[in-house]
């Protein structure tokens, strides 16, 4: 991707050299920039995706279709992924901004919720009288 930059302004506050050293400076810096850009993403989807989760608990209609062990499952996973994130928060960047997590951190760490968490998830999805005719069925 190409960006190319323009600076606009009186010539009497910047000289032109002043302009080129902070035109050099952003191109220097556009690979961490867009670093930044896609682990802001991807720690986005997660804490998008827990606090789904957490809403969707916290709510009766919803969590009265669970199972006791599904609905623990899901909160101690929520419980995980909310004490991985703060944990990871103080230490998520190092000195000069450079994050310590990756993007693929938050991704892997996304997919490992979704992956427990998903099954339960679709099972919602079936109808009501479904689910209870096919728990009707199982305990026969």
């Known amino acids: 991707m190409c960006v190319r ?3 606009l302004c009186p010539s009497q506050y910047w000289q032109a050299d002043e302009v080129q050293r902070i ?4 191109e220097l810096h556009r690979t961490d920039d867009a670093l930044l850009v896609a682990r802001t993403a991807a720690k986005l989807r997660l804490e998008q995706y827990v606090y789904g989760l957490r809403t969707n ?3 009766h209609a919803w969590r009265s279709r669970l199972s006791v062990e599904e609905a623990a499952l899901i909160q101690r996973q929520h419980e995980a992924c909310v004490h991985w994130l703060s944990a990871h928060e103080e230490h998520q960047f190092q000195s000069h901004g450079r994050s310590v997590l990756r993007p693929e951190d938050f991704q892997r760490k996304l997919d490992d919720m979704q992956s427990v968490c998903q099954p339960i998830i679709l099972k ?3 109808p009501l009288s479904e689910l209870s005719a096919a728990r009707s069925k199982l305990r026969a």
């Open 5 to 7: 930059s323009t600076v």
């Open 124 to 126: 919602m999805s079936v």
């Open 57 to 59: 608990l916290e709510q």
């Open 23 to 26: 035109l050099r400076d952003a």
